[in-house]
Antibody, heavy 121, light 113 residues
Framework: EVQLLVSGGGLVQPGGSRRLSCSAS????????MTWVRQAPGKGLEWVSG????????YYADSVKGRFIISRDNSKNTLYLLLNSLRAEDTAIYYC??????????????WGQGTLVTVSS | DIVMTQSPDSLAVSLGERATIDCKSSQSILSSTNNREYLAWYQQKPGQPPRLLIYWASTRESGVPDRFSGSGSGTDFTLTISSLQAEDVAVYYC?????????FGQGTKVEIK
């Protein structure tokens, strides 16, 4: 069974930074592109970022491009998202998600439980 | 970006009755390479992450009850719950994965009448 354990959320001041982690088990992590999806309180789902299997290629939504950095450590089966220059509108639950067919632009059959990032002074 | 628009935003259906949710994409999400519609449906209950229900517009995920079905092509898609059960109360989202950024509909809240 695939398990994705997300951690790192919390209260951050505007302009601050936070690193999220997603620890994966039950899968050959290096065989999958991975993604981050977020959900503002009471709102819908927004794809945030994706990364290739090796980590060589990264993709970002325009709303976070230049501020967020996605990365991965295949030796630790862990996906990361570094959130910089945080704004109030970045307040959301951040999920990591695995695309079924291994390509970041796909449908997601496994999701982490999510971690809440609150940006507020 | 491809815009996904769901309708209605919410609906209330009696137990055992049919629930229908529509999803419209702003452009075709049909691949000419493999003739597949790049559309998925998810169910999300409060406090939980989304759960995959349907992919390739009409393929039901393993373990999903057969009362859930997906249909449609081109730009117009539908999720049908043939006989609503109490455990189906949730928000449902469509997602296109044809192009980057992959985008979701705004969600449809399904309740019991």
């Amino acid at each position: 069974e695939v398990q994705l354990l997300v951690s790192g959320g919390g209260l951050v001041q505007p302009g601050g930074s936070r690193r999220l982690s997603c620890s994966a088990s039950g899968l050959t992590f290096s065989n999958y592109d991975m993604t981050w999806v977020r959900q503002a309180p009471g709102k819908g789902l927004e794809w945030v970022s994706g990364i290739s299997k090796s980590g060589d290629s990264t993709y970002y939504a325009d709303s976070v491009k230049g501020r967020f950095i996605i990365s991965r450590d295949n030796s630790k089966n862990t996906l990361y998202l570094l959130l910089n220059s945080l704004r109030a509108e970045d307040t959301a639950i951040y999920y990591c998600a695995r695309p079924r067919d291994g390509y970041f632009r796909g449908y997601f059959d496994s999701w982490g439980q999510g971690t809440l990032v609150t940006v507020s002074s | 970006d491809i815009v996904m628009t769901q309708s209605p935003d919410s609906l209330a259906v009696s137990l055992g009755e049919r629930a229908t949710i529509d999803c419209k994409s702003s452009q075709s999400i049909l691949s000419s390479t493999n003739n597949r519609e790049y559309l998925a449906w998810y169910q999300q209950k409060p406090g939980q992450p989304p759960r995959l229900l349907i992919y390739w517009a009409s393929t039901r995920e393993s373990g999903v009850p057969d009362r859930f079905s997906g249909s449609g092509s081109g730009t117009d898609f539908t999720l049908t719950i043939s006989s609503l059960q109490a455990e189906d109360v949730a928000v449902y989202y469509c997602q296109q994965y044809y192009d980057t950024p992959q985008t979701f509909g705004q969600g449809t809240k399904v309740e019991i009448k």
